[in-house]
């Protein structure tokens, strides 16, 4: 009997890079899920109206000075 061949197997570098890439899509939804992570994002810095309160408070710094 002969063996019979299958397609050739994924390389090693394919799955190391999944499994990393798996890693850290894993990491990144619990911090998001338990809030580990802090509030970063676009929320962090503007307002609901588009204007953030760090650069209406450089603007007072400026006219003041």
């Known amino acids: ?3 019979q061949e299958g397609p ?3 390389p090693r570098w394919v799955k190391v890079f999944g499994i990393i890439v798996i890693v850290l899509v894993l990491l990144f ?3 998001k899920v338990t809030g580990i992570g802090g509030e970063h994002g676009p929320n962090r810095h503007f ?3 588009g ?3 760090d650069v209406s408070i450089i603007k ?3 006219i003041e000075s």
């Open 8 to 10: 050739p197997s994924t």
């Open 29 to 31: 939804v619990i911090m």
């Open 60 to 62: 007072q710094g400026i």
């Open 51 to 53: 204007v953030g309160n």
């Open 1 to 3: 009997m002969t063996k």
């Open 47 to 49: 307002s609901l109206n």
